[in-house]
């Protein structure tokens, strides 16, 4: 058995001859790696750089025993603007340091050729400018000359480059280059597999531990034609909807919540909940419509205005001959009032938790010049708007809608409509009908929480719940969620 181990690993050294060491080796590899980057054309063609950094600082020498956790300094955020052709760069600093006083540190350095300067604050609040001390100085132009997109530059220009043998890692083969810059030795690798430059380390002198690595780890830096191409299939798929600015809907997308339906063709689906009674349904914001002897009672007027004309064609289309006489809104947040104008336009009476009234009033009158829509166009009468303090009923004599203010953790007023008769509750954003809690989720456990306890402490016979989000679901889904344990 050994032999044949023996005789595989000599056949495997036998087969793959040791890469090319030396400077001509060197200046072959770092071409490679600006061909895995993209080519010397891209890279020359970057003029300059804007890095914007997050983060913390920690501080090993600091800490409580020579071998404790690093102490935290601060968390900062950092801009930095590099002009690579003309030399320049611009560090903005802006910090709240906590060791070893609480404080905040902000300043400026910008770097112009040969010469630095600092830009800060005295205690006066005056801004005080000076010529960067020359090892800062030094070492802000280090970190620029090891940027991803300019190390290949840096080691290319180094007079004494060499390559060395390659070095395993793990599962992976590094090629290594050696060079010196500003006389600090230099350790440049670059992963074997996509020729990419991976890791940059300068020993560099610590007043302290005297020489000392200093590592920068790159991971891809290609720049890749693809990165900014927009394939064919994608570009051949029709654009849906309108090109509409406006921040709302990057607000949308950074919270990960709908935005998806804004400013194209609403789909609307009007589910019968019991006689007379729809869910509303879009793709990710409902309603609940009531009908009455004369008019309708609309719960929830969600997203905007475009929605909001879509359900009131749908209705008319269902229900002719009966106006939307109320519309409730559930609570104030973006999505559960972005709606509520479209209504009030067509004379409806908006109903809201008490507290919210006064977001009613603003809201509801707001001047809507850039995109005028149908209550701006409308003149902006002043609508009906009335508040819910605990409870109010609407009832045509035959059927009754109870709207209850729950007490919970996700706003501050919040109303449910309850449906004695039908057994039918409608809720928005305290519980998602049809979607399962996780036990992780502490929020949505306490927010059905609150639902549940409503439910119960209010005596409320339910049968079904109809949501905002989501389907209709049994009572007993509820519990399933409420059962979850609370931390
Ligand atoms: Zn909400």
Not at 298 to 323: H, M, Q
């Amino acid at each position: 058995m050994f032999a044949i181990v023996l005789a595989l690993l000599m056949l495997l050294s036998a087969c793959s001859s040791a890469p090319p060491t030396g400077p001509e080796a060197a200046k072959a590899l770092i071409d490679e790696a600006a061909a895995a980057m993209g080519g010397w054309a891209m890279l020359d063609a970057v003029k300059s750089q804007e890095i914007l950094v997050g983060g913390g600082d920690w501080e090993p020498m600091q800490a409580v025993d020579p071998n404790g956790e690093p102490r935290t300094i601060n968390t900062f955020g950092q801009s930095t603007i590099v002009d690579f052709e003309r030399n320049r760069m611009r560090l903005t600093f802006d910090a709240i340091r906590v060791y070893p006083t609480r404080a905040p540190v902000k300043f400026a350095e910008v770097i112009d050729g040969d010469a630095g300067m600092l830009e800060s604050v005295d205690a006066t609040g005056k801004v005080v400018r000076e010529r960067l001390h020359p090892s800062r100085y030094a070492t802000r132009l280090r970190d620029v000359r090891r940027l991803p997109l300019r190390v290949l530059y840096t080691a290319k220009s180094a007079p004494d480059i060499t390559r060395v043998p390659d070095r395993n890692e793990g599962n992976k083969t590094l090629h290594i280059l050696h060079y010196t810059d500003g006389g600090m030795p230099v350790e440049l690798q670059i992963d074997s597999f996509n020729k990419l430059p991976m890791r940059i380390i300068y020993t560099e002198d610590d007043t302290v531990y005297g020489d000392t690595l200093n590592e920068v780890a790159i991971n891809n830096t290609k720049l890749d034609e693809a990165a900014l191409t927009v394939p064919p299939e994608i570009r051949s798929q029709p654009e849906i909807g309108d090109r509409i600015v406006s921040q709302w809907i990057l607000r949308r997308v950074v919270m990960g919540v709908g935005y998806q339906d804004f400013a194209r063709p609403q789909k609307v689906d009007l589910v019968e909940v019991s006689k007379g009674v729809y869910h509303v349904k879009g793709s990710s914001h409902h309603s609940m419509a009531i009908e009455m002897k004369d008019h309708l009672v609309l719960i929830e007027a969600p997203l905007y205005e475009e929605r909001s004309a879509a359900v009131i064609k749908a209705l008319e289309e269902k229900i002719p001959g009966k106006p939307i006489k109320y519309v409730v809104m559930t609570h104030f947040h973006i999505d559960h009032s972005g709606g509520l104008r479209a209504y009030a336009a067509k004379g409806a009476t908006i109903i809201g938790p008490e507290s919210a009234v006064p977001f009613l009033k603003t809201m509801l009158s707001r001047p809507k010049t850039v995109r005028p829509d149908s209550l701006a166009k409308a003149g902006n009468t002043t609508p009906n708007i009335e508040g819910v303090k605990e409870t109010k009923s609407l009832t045509d004599g035959d059927r009754t809608i109870e709207l209850i203010q729950i007490e919970n953790p996700h706003v501050s007023g919040m109303l449910v409509a309850y449906l004695p008769a039908e057994k039918v509750l409608f809720v928005s954003d305290l519980y998602t009908p049809g979607t399962p809690v996780e036990p992780t989720n502490t929020t949505g456990i306490a927010n059905a929480v609150a639902l549940d306890t409503a439910i119960t402490g209010g005596k409320l016979s339910v049968d079904r719940i109809v949501g905002g989000h989501g389907d209709i679901a049994p009572l007993r889904d509820l519990a399933k969620v409420t059962a979850l344990p609370k931390s």
